[in-house]
């Protein structure tokens, strides 16, 4: 089954957010709360962490693009 | 600190024992022999005769207050006069084992240190050196009626000394601090004696500032919070002994500047408040020097000594000194003592029994030594007894000179009252030296952040319309970008406050300046907002530059002694002889509620002494952040949340990559017009353009939007020429109603501008009530709608709109709200 992982609610004043760095590419196992990238905004830079376990199915933005608040980032085929 | 200590729950949860060890209690046994053997028997006398001094002094100060005068020399003196009659030794002691560099800072009742500090000086220092001291620019004022060739005698140096302590006293021009400072803020740079302080335990975060310069600069003196017993209750206390002690100076990573601060809380225990008793009374503790085990393992290196014995006094101090040049400093010393004469001269001593009083006497510190010196034949009777006579005559000369008004005139504040007010800020600064690079970790530009931000548009606008924060200069950035500079070309310039290390401050202006800056130069502090403030004071005092943060500023009042009472008055009361560079940011918050909500920049203009800036936008934000951080005056920088995230709209040509600066007190056109004015404060200023644009767009109306920009100083002409263009005038701000900053503004115009006006003034300001949930703000704070009643009240018709709210002001005064 496919599911996303979602640009988490960060509370910056309108969600100003660049998704900076991957970590991970499209055909990598991961687990949930591995770090799968970096998100910058203007006061900080914070890990984005995996809320999924599973294979990458694709990353859907590509490293530098700005980013609103729960927007989907990642698709996984998730393990049951 | 970042991930270098770590929570190890197996640890926190282990079942143990907290030991806090042993506090000595008048260890000191040497012998008088021994202590003469010593000390030799020229400073034994030399201290014998400070304490006369001493004594003498302030029995002339008690007659004067009692009687109106002194050796039958009539003068009337209405000051204060708090005296420390009984406790000579300890100042003494204390005096006995400083340096002359070394730093003593004091309360109200000082002036005993203050003169066996100013005397072991004298006593130390050259012919040669003093006569350069007392012609200085800052201090040359004491002498300019005297003869200065004869000043360079010892003998004549004490007497001038004398002179310029009771002529302060007094009030008179010709004090250390040219008579406005007085009995209670008395000081002498030179001779390293920083200011006593009114406010009980005033001097404990001011010294522990003067130790983190010490500290930060490399310097070796250590410095001397003489405070009273009374003093232990105090909050500001409490927070200071802490920073003295954080862990982070001795967990320091680069191992740089490592060590507590060089600084001895000195608590002069006479065993009373005014007639309160701290133990058994006001205090929990049986024993005032329990509190040092309170702070840290250490114990403070706490002891109690005797301080009625200048010898275990001086042993007590020379110990702390060698503790301290270790950097196991701070040091708590519990100097027992006891005063005969009254908290002041009205005390009935109605608290305490003549049999204590005279149970005291009989360990008065000046005859202890006194029966010593004859004992052992150091002096004769007949000598001490001419000492007495001659110690008598010395403070009689310096007596008479300073109620002398040809000798020692008053300032003429009669002719010329804003002598005074002129002394509020210097109006200097230290430009920044672009070629001086100070200490770094690593190249600012190789920062994720400097990377960042230059690869951002300068300018929040593009063709397709406003750019977000990551694509161009946030208001955040454009704060960011002269503190990095200032910073990185200026090692004297110390940045503190609340998660400003790695986290970068709440709102994460800081951010990327954790890898550049040493952790001495910028560094989380405890929540202690009192500390905070008062030690940047005594940072600024010592000569250095200090950017502190509070975090939201409802949290002023936890630190308003330090802002309105040393912060802003150091200036003055020094006679413009202390400078205090010191940039205070504090944020203005949003959405958090009551006590995280309040625009208190109106409070703050209150306060005489403090030069107030408030940007709106980002291109202001950095050009005033320049300014003040050159600025050698105190300034508060005044940020809204707001405004963080917001990107350079208004101004079109955006945010300058180069370093500039805007000058402080100037406001500015933002929106030019010719129907109306609307002036703003702080982030009102997006509301205003706001309003603004919809009054053209809706109504044709042409609205000029002038921003304050600056509150303390402020200039009006600007707003003054608009007003008579337009004849219509808004005034507008966050701040509450009652007290408003604008007020004043408003009565200005009604003065300058009387034949202008067309309608009153209409305000929009916040209701003297709580702010409530973030939902309902703009039921609360000063909204476009609100802006637009207001263009109502002009008596401008802005056709299908009528009144949203209506505001019954008179009623409100009469509710109290
Ligand atoms: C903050 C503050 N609260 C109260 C006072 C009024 N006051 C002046 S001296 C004093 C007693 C201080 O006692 P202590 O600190 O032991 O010093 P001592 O007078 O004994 O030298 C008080 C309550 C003050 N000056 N400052
Ligand atoms: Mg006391």
């Known amino acids: 089954m496919e599911e996303q992982i979602l640009t988490p609610i960060i509370g910056s004043e309108d969600g100003q957010a660049v998704l900076s760095t991957w970590s991970v590419k499209a055909g990598d196992h991961i687990d949930i709360g591995q770090i799968i990238g970096s998100i910058e905004t203007n006061k900080a830079v914070l890990d984005l962490e995996s809320t999924k376990k599973g294979v990458i199915k694709a990353l859907l933005v590509a490293a530098g693009t700005e980013i609103a608040d729960l927007q989907p980032l990642v698709t996984v085929i998730v393990e049951s | 600190m970042v991930k270098t200590l770590a929570v190890d729950p197996e640890e926190v949860r282990k079942s143990k024992v907290i030991h806090l060890g042993q506090i000595p209690v008048n260890s000191f046994s040497q012998t008088f022999i021994q202590s003469l053997t010593q000390l030799g028997k020229d400073k034994v006398i030399f201290s014998f005769r400070t304490m006369l001094i001493i004594r003498e002094f302030e029995l002339m100060l008690e007659e004067i207050k009692k009687l109106g005068k002194y050796q039958e020399t009539a003068f009337k003196y209405a000051g204060p006069a708090h005296l420390s009659i009984g406790q000579e030794a300890s100042a003494v002691g204390q005096a006995l084992a400083l340096d002359t560099v070394d730093i ?424 202690a907002e009192a500390a905070i403030v008062g030690t940047a004071v005594g940072y600024a005092m010592a000569g250095g530059r200090a950017l502190i943060e509070l975090m939201y500023a409802d949290f002023i009042g936890r630190a308003g002694d330090e802002i309105f009472n040393q912060l802003a008055k150091w200036q003055a009361m020094s006679g413009g002889i202390l400078k205090l560079p010191v940039v205070l940011r504090i944020s203005v918050g949003s959405k958090y509620g009551a006590q995280h909500s309040q625009d208190w920049s109106s409070l703050l203009t209150h306060i005489s002494g403090l030069k107030v800036i408030y940007p709106a936008t980002a291109f202001d934000a950095k050009g005033l952040m320049a300014s003040a951080l050159e600025s050698n005056d105190p300034v508060v920088f005044v940020e809204n949340q707001r405004l963080y995230d917001n990107v350079e709209t208004i101004n079109i040509s955006g945010v300058p990559q180069e370093y500039y600066k805007i000058e402080i007190g100037k406001p500015a056109i933002v929106r030019a017009g010719k129907d109306l004015t609307i002036f703003s404060v702080g982030a009102c200023l997006i509301r205003a353009l706001e309003a603004a644009e919809v009054l053209e767009n809706k109504w044709n109306i042409s609205t000029e939007v002038i921003d304050a920009r600056s509150l303390v100083p402020f200039d009006p002409d600007l707003l003054i020429k608009s007003v008579s263009k337009t004849k219509k005038l808004i005034c507008i701000s966050d701040a509450c109603e009652r007290g408003n900053w604008l007020h004043g503004i408003m009565n200005l115009i009604y003065e300058k501008n009387s034949n202008d006006l067309e309608n009153k003034i209409s305000s929009v300001m916040a209701p003297n009530w709580i702010t409530p949930a973030a939902e309902q703000e703009w039921n609360y704070f000063p909204s476009v709608e609100n802006i637009l009643d207001a263009v109502l009240d002009q008596g401008i018709t802005l056709l299908g709109r009528v009144r949203t709210i209506q505001n019954d002001s008179l009623n409100n005064f009469k509710k109290g709200i």
């Open chain 2, 104 to 527: 003593i800072l004091g309360s109200h009742r000082s002036h005993g240190e203050t003169l066996a500090k100013g005397l072991f000086a004298i006593d130390k220092l050259s012919d040669q050196e003093l006569t350069k001291i007392f012609e200085a620019p800052e201090t040359k004022h004491i002498i300019k009626n005297f003869n200065s060739s004869k000043i360079t005698k010892k003998e004549k140096a004490i007497e001038v000394f004398l002179f310029g302590l009771i002529s302060e006293i007094f009030g008179k021009e010709t004090g250390f601090n040219k008579g406005l400072g007085g009995s209670m803020h008395a000081f002498y740079t030179p001779f390293g004696i920083y200011p006593n302080n009114a406010i009980v335990g005033g001097s404990a975060p001011i010294a522990t500032g003067i130790a983190l310069y010490n500290r930060v600069q490399r310097k070796n003196n250590v410095v001397i919070a003489n405070i009273g017993d009374a003093s232990s209750a105090c909050g500001p206390v409490w927070e200071s002994m802490n920073f003295a002690a954080m862990g982070q100076f001795k967990t320091n990573k680069e191992k740089k500047i490592n060590g507590g601060l060089p600084i001895v809380y000195f608590f002069v225990n006479n065993f009373y408040g005014m007639g309160g008793q701290p133990i058994g009374e006001t205090m929990g503790y049986e024993n005032l020097a329990r509190v040092g085990a309170g702070i840290n393992p250490d114990r403070l290196h706490t002891e109690v000594v005797d301080g009625n014995n200048i010898f275990a006094v001086h042993d007590a101090i020379t110990r702390a000194k060698k503790i301290i040049a270790q950097g196991k400093g701070p040091v708590l010393i519990d100097c027992q003592t006891y005063r005969f004469s009254g908290h002041s001269p009205s005390d009935a001593s109605s608290y305490r029994t003549k049999e204590e009083i005279d149970s005291w006497r009989d360990v008065d510190p000046i005859k202890i030594l006194e029966t010593d010196i004859l004992n052992n034949n150091l002096l004769l009777p007949q000598e001490i007894e001419e000492m007495h006579l001659q110690v008598k005559k010395l403070t009689f000369d310096a007596f008479v000179k300073a109620i002398d008004d040809k000798i020692s005139p008053r300032l003429p504040l009669h002719s010329n009252p804003e002598i005074i007010g002129n002394l509020t800020f210097n109006n200097t600064s230290k430009e920044i030296d672009f070629s001086y690079a100070a200490e770094t970790l690593m190249d600012p530009l190789q920062t994720q952040r400097v990377k960042s931000t230059n690869n951002k548009s300068r300018i929040g606008k593009d063709q397709n319309g406003i750019l977000s924060g990551v694509k161009a200069i946030t208001f955040r950035d454009a704060l960011f970008e002269p503190i990095l500079e200032h910073a990185i070309h200026d090692d004297s310039l110390v940045i503190y406050g609340e998660e400003n290390r790695d986290w970068g401050g709440a709102f994460g202006v800081y951010r990327g300046l954790t890898e550049v800056l040493p952790s001495h130069r910028l560094f989380n502090s405890p929540i």
